[in-house]
């Protein structure tokens, strides 16, 4: 039967429902837990290069609090609404749990396909977005970062009109930013390294040997490129890989170097001569290959797809890509599926690291920053599979369980409830 349009703010609620009722936590935690602490809505006008003047809608969603500052990150996408950045903001307060990040969650967004701007119209929208959020956020109170559609230089234009629009130079208050202008090293390899890094250890609790598995991949932005990277530097082999324009498909894996110079050069994979051949980018999710790797929206592994998916292993880089109904096929076929709070959560855990530095003025090496990253996830990794056997539950539940229990803690200490 075919699913009905997916609310993800309506997965991200009961999805926090099961978890909390799998704890049996008192029903003031979900009641707290159901919805963001705050919203926020705001119309940003911006000049155009032809004279006209455009508004766009944009939004923060401040989640929970109760650990630390909110934080999360800035999707610039046509596609963008309010319950998605709620439901993305929901899932970034669990995220933050599961590494244990002291921080809460939050996510924002602007309807846009950057894409269709030039150079200076991305610059004053990104400006007039951190101008319009500013009176919400701080290096101690909210910290927004990259997402789908922004970048490094997004983030320097917008700290940078932090500082005119409250004469305060913070570079903390966002993260993300260029190695250059005080980002830390490994920040923009370290999703897609944590999402491998996963998939690695979920293949070594069933016996997998990752450097002879073969590996399909969605999407080959920011977290899809570095995945294919790290995937590769580790033996796996990328097989198939899909962006919004093509699939394509190579026998004996691909020169994923070669690639992300063809992605970056021409924003799109289609194309590419080291490709075998094409199929419909849809395909890649069902691949015949034994881990994939979903690395673009939500909503693409779903009641219709899940039951023909090969792999045995699916490690979530994308947030939410997995509907609530095919996340119950995939358990009752028996395929590994790490969470996307686990996967993704190395993203979140160097902007935190980049904090870190930002507040000290002092900056780490590669090196060091990739192995705190490694450790820390490692560790959450295996509590959680832990977890798992305990309560016989699948990797999503008890990632939730341990996520809940850490953020219910400090609201109870703080005394909401
Ligand atoms: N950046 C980060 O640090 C983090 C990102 N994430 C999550 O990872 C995911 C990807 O983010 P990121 O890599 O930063 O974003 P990017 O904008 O860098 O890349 C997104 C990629 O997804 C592709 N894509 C979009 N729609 C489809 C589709 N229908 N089929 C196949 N491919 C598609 C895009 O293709 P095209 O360009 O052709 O549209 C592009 O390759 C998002 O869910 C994001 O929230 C999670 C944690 C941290
Ligand atoms: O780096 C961050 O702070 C958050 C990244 C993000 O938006 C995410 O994990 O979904």
Known sequence: ??????????????????????LGTEP???????????????AIPVKMDDGTVKSFIGYRSQHNDAVGPFKGGVRFHQDVNMDEVKALSTWMTFKCGVVGVPYGGG??????????????????????????????????????APDVGTNGQ?????????QKATGEFAPGVYTGKPVDFYGSLARTEATGFGVVIMARDAAKKIGLPFDK????????????????????????KIVAVADHTAGLYNSKGFDVYALAEYAKENKCIKGFPGAE????????????????????????????????IKAKIVSEGANGPTTLEADE???EKGIVVVPDILANAGGVTVSYFEWVQNL???SWTFEEVQEKQENLMVKAFNDIWTLKEEHGVNMRVAAYMMSIKRVADAMKLRGWY
């Open 28 to 42: 003031a935690v979900y009641e707290v837990l159901k919805n963001p602490m705050r919203v926020l809505e705001v």
């Open 329 to 331: 096929i995939l358990n």
């Open 277 to 308: 051949s094409e199929f419909p980018k849809e395909e890649v999710i069902t691949f015949d290959v034994d881990i994939l790797l979903p690395c673009a929206l939500e909503n693409q592994i779903t009641a219709e797809n899940a039951g023909n």
């Open 107 to 144: 996510k924002g967004g602007v309807v846009v396909n950057p894409f269709e701007l030039s150079q200076g119209e991305l610059e004053r929208l990104s400006r007039g977005y951190s101008r319009a959020i500013a009176p919400l956020i701080g290096e101690k109170i909210d910290i927004p």
């Open 360 to 362: 000290m003025r002092y």
């Open 213 to 236: 598995s073969t590996i399909a991949i969605q999407g080959f932005g920011n977290v899809g490129s570095f995945a294919a990277k790290y995937a590769h530097e580790l033996g796996g």
């Open 1 to 22: 039967m075919a699913e009905k349009h997916v609310n993800v703010f309506e997965t991200a609620q009961k999805q926090v429902k099961q978890a909390c009722d799998k």
């Open 154 to 162: 997004v983030m320097a234009w917008m700290v940078d009109e932090y």
